[in-house]
């Protein structure tokens, strides 16, 4: 993928800020791969700046290459040969020799590498910024970081040096379905909503993806093989984050297979309950999983909790990669997928699809012109599971039903989301509107009075 991706509302910010009357100081953080790096350097285009990606090395070498970088700026191969260690003197000698227009970037990548090497440069640059760059009025600071726990106690969190001096921050987050499309051009919109629910809007799973090649063809390569791009991407996510791994592996496994509550995430990890509410919370800080609630005009009791997967990669992969390693070995990745693997994707996507079409409301909402502040969430009590629920401010409720796959009785389809508003508890008597969300609709259909029908197309017009 050789053209940049989206991000425009970013690139925007990013431009503005540049083009201001004060120096800048942006923390750009955000899960891995999700394409951090590539929003600052396609930001630095054309632009006076030094981009330096750290590493896992040590204090010297570290600031070897970052002066490497400088005297390629500065024009001046003096500068590479100054032999110090010291992040404050290097910093404000590149900073003194610049002579460009315009603001000087410093972009900081991996940054939490540099601190592990230096521990003192946060407060280094807490320092250089209160005396000396915040008054100049040119310098342009990003600091970037994948380590979500870092990222806001180290640069966000009050206790740290830099607390207070960011002018703004970018939380990057995944790319939404619409704009996950744009990697896939050339798909049909049912592949390109396959894609997005197995590797969600993760720029470097989706590239990972090759449109010339069939889905099926890709799951098997990239997830699959051995050499696979994906095939251990959650161990190396994990791995990077977190320790006892084969604790998180339990919950990541149980949580894939359908179990969703406290009691029985505890029962059937072996974890006590007392216990393993402080490895959900990790996973939750990390944007793993997510903590979920039925949403009605009933306040839910802590009993209503649920716990889903939340990222779609981690949840394909626990569910069809990882309890199948021993078959991929023995059996082979073609002969897993075809027994193993495909008989269940057709409801696996099924539910895959209620989260798209839980993300779509919002633009729906737009499109029809609502006003009213709203929530997006779904429904649940021991007698009913509500796909979608719209609850806006305007005594309006909306309530979803999905179907990815084919309807073969359209009437029992509408029968049952009526069934479902029938079940829903509208204490307030707001006015429900019954929306169907379906890959394709005839024309011809017989619809509910006040229904609305939604196809994969007209989810897909969004921009």
Same mark, same amino acid.
């Given at each position: 993928?050789d053209?940049?991706?989206?991000?425009?509302?970013?690139?925007?910010?990013?431009?503005e800020?540049?083009?201001?009357?004060?120096?800048?100081?942006?923390?750009v953080?955000?899960r891995?791969?999700?394409?951090?790096?590539?929003?600052?350097?396609?930001?630095m285009?054309?632009?006076?700046?030094?981009?330096f990606?750290?590493?896992?090395?040590t204090?010297?070498?570290q600031?070897?290459?970052?002066?490497?970088?400088?005297?390629?700026?500065?024009?001046?191969?003096?500068?590479?040969?100054?032999q110090s260690?010291?992040?404050?003197?290097?910093?404000?000698?590149?900073?003194?020799q610049w002579?460009?227009?315009?603001?000087?970037i410093?972009?900081f990548d991996?940054?939490?590498?540099?601190?592990?090497?230096?521990?003192?440069?946060?407060?280094?640059?807490?320092e250089l910024?209160?005396?000396?760059w915040?008054?100049?009025r040119?310098?342009?600071?990003?600091?970037?970081?994948?380590?979500?726990?870092?990222?806001?106690?180290?640069i966000l969190?009050k206790?740290?040096?830099?607390?207070?001096r960011?002018?703004?921050?970018?939380?990057l987050?995944?790319?939404?379905?619409?704009?996950?499309a744009?990697f896939?051009?050339?798909?049909?919109l049912?592949?390109r909503?396959?894609i997005?629910?197995?590797c969600?809007?993760?720029?470097?799973?989706?590239?990972?993806?090759?449109?010339?090649?069939?889905?099926e063809?890709?799951?098997?390569?990239?997830?699959?093989?051995?050499?696979?791009?994906?095939f251990a991407?959650?161990d190396f996510l994990?791995?990077?984050?977190l320790?006892?791994?084969h604790?998180?592996?339990?919950?990541l496994?149980?949580?894939?297979?359908?179990?969703?509550?406290?009691q029985?995430?505890?029962?059937?990890?072996?974890?006590?309950?007392?216990?393993?509410?402080? =490895?959900?919370?990790?996973?939750q !800080?990390? /944007?793993? #999983?997510?903590?979920?609630?039925?949403?009605? &005009?009933? $306040?839910?009791?802590?009993k209503?909790?649920?716990?889903?997967?939340?990222?779609?990669?981690?949840?394909?992969? =626990?569910r069809?990669?990882?309890? !199948?390693? /021993?078959? #991929?070995?023995?059996?082979?990745?073609?002969? &897993?997928f $075809?027994?193993?693997?495909?008989?269940?994707?057709?409801?696996?996507f099924?539910?895959?699809?209620?989260?798209?079409?839980?993300?779509?409301l919002? !633009?729906?909402?737009r499109?029809?012109?609502?006003q009213?502040?709203?929530e997006?969430?779904?429904?649940?009590?021991?007698?009913?599971?509500?796909?979608?629920?719209?609850?806006?401010k305007?005594h309006w409720?909306?309530?979803?039903e999905?179907?990815?796959?084919?309807?073969?009785s359209?009437?029992?389809t509408?029968?049952?989301l009526?069934?479902s508003?029938?079940?829903?508890?509208?204490?307030?008597?707001?006015?429900?509107?019954?929306?169907?969300?379906?890959?394709?609709?005839?024309?011809?259909?017989?619809?509910?009075k006040?229904?609305?029908?939604?196809t994969l197309?007209?989810l897909?017009e969004?921009?």
């Amino acid at each position: 993928m050789d053209s940049f991706i989206g991000r425009t509302k970013e690139l925007q910010t990013l431009q503005e800020a540049y083009r201001s009357s004060r120096s800048e100081f942006i923390p750009v953080y955000g899960r891995r791969r999700v394409g951090k790096s590539e929003l600052i350097t396609c930001f630095m285009k054309n632009k006076p700046g030094i981009y330096f990606q750290a590493k896992k090395n040590t204090a010297r070498l570290q600031v070897k290459e970052f002066l490497k970088n400088a005297a390629r700026l500065l024009e001046n191969p003096l500068v590479e040969e100054i032999q110090s260690s010291d992040w404050k003197f290097i910093l404000q000698n590149v900073v003194d020799q610049w002579r460009g227009d315009g603001k000087l970037i410093l972009a900081f990548d991996e940054f939490q590498w540099l601190v592990q090497a230096c521990p003192e440069l946060p407060s280094v640059l807490q320092e250089l910024w209160d005396r000396y760059w915040k008054k100049k009025r040119t310098i342009f600071i990003i600091i970037c970081g994948s380590y979500m726990g870092f990222m806001e106690r180290e640069i966000l969190g009050k206790k740290s040096p830099l607390y207070g001096r960011r002018t703004f921050q970018i939380f990057l987050k995944p790319f939404p379905y619409h704009e996950a499309a744009l990697f896939h051009p050339s798909w049909s919109l049912e592949n390109r909503a396959r894609i997005w629910f197995v590797c969600g809007g993760i720029p470097y799973y989706l590239e990972s993806f090759d449109s010339l090649m069939s889905f099926e063809t890709n799951i098997i390569k990239n997830f699959l093989g051995e050499h696979g791009p994906l095939f251990a991407e959650p161990d190396f996510l994990l791995r990077e984050e977190l320790r006892e791994l084969h604790v998180y592996n339990a919950i990541l496994t149980t949580l894939a297979s359908g179990t969703h509550t406290l009691q029985n995430l505890s029962l059937q990890t072996g974890i006590v309950e007392s216990t393993i509410g402080y =490895y959900l919370r990790q996973l939750q !800080n990390l /944007g793993y #999983i997510a903590k979920k609630f039925p949403l009605s &005009t009933i $306040k839910p009791g802590k009993k209503d909790v649920r716990y889903h997967l939340d990222d779609p990669l981690l949840n394909f992969w =626990y569910r069809f990669v990882y309890p !199948n390693m /021993g078959d #991929i070995s023995f059996r082979g990745e073609i002969n &897993t997928f $075809k027994d193993i693997i495909k008989p269940q994707l057709k409801s696996y996507f099924g539910l895959c699809f209620e989260r798209l079409c839980r993300e779509a409301l919002p !633009n729906i909402y737009r499109k029809e012109g609502v006003q009213a502040p709203f929530e997006i969430g779904e429904y649940w009590n021991p007698g009913v599971q509500i796909d979608i629920v719209g609850l806006r401010k305007d005594h309006w409720i909306d309530i979803g039903e999905c179907k990815w796959g084919k309807v073969t009785s359209f009437e029992k389809t509408v029968q049952k989301l009526m069934q479902s508003i029938g079940n829903f508890p509208n204490l307030k008597n707001d006015t429900i509107c019954p929306r169907l969300f379906i890959r394709d609709f005839s024309a011809g259909k017989r619809l509910q009075k006040d229904m609305k029908v939604h196809t994969l197309k007209e989810l897909y017009e969004f921009k």
